[in-house]
C-alpha cells in the first residue's frame, strides 16, 4: 500500500495535505491514505466489509444522501477542522 499516488496528486495540484480527505473501499487504499499522511474516509463495500479499517479517520455504511448513514459537507468539515 505505496501512498506514491496520493503524494503525488497533492504535489501535482499544489493542495494542502491538510486540506484533502481521501474516500477509499479497501484496506489496502486505506493503509496508502494513512502513509500519505492524508485523512480518509473509508466506504465498506460488500467485497471488503470485513477488512480492518482501524484507525480511519471515519468509516461508513455508504456515501448517499442520508445524513445518518452517509457523509455530509458537514462531515467533511470536521474532519479537516474547518
Known amino acids: 500500500p ?10 501535482t495540484m499544489g493542495i494542502d495535505k491538510s486540506k484533502c480527505v481521501i474516500v477509499e ?7 496508502a491514505a494513512q502513509g500519505a499522511g492524508i485523512k480518509c474516509i473509508v466506504t465498506k463495500s460488500s467485497y471488503t466489509k470485513n477488512e ?3 484507525g480511519a479517520d ?3 455504511e455508504e456515501l448517499g ?8 459537507l ?8 474547518l
Open 2 to 11: 505505496a501512498p506514491d499516488v496520493y503524494n503525488m496528486a497533492v504535489a
Open 25 to 31: 473501499d479497501s484496506a489496502i487504499g486505506f493503509q
Open 52 to 54: 480492518n479499517f482501524e
Open 58 to 60: 471515519l468509516v461508513v
Open 65 to 72: 444522501d442520508d445524513p445518518t448513514a452517509g457523509v455530509t
Open 74 to 81: 458537514e462531515t467533511l468539515k470536521s474532519l479537516l477542522l
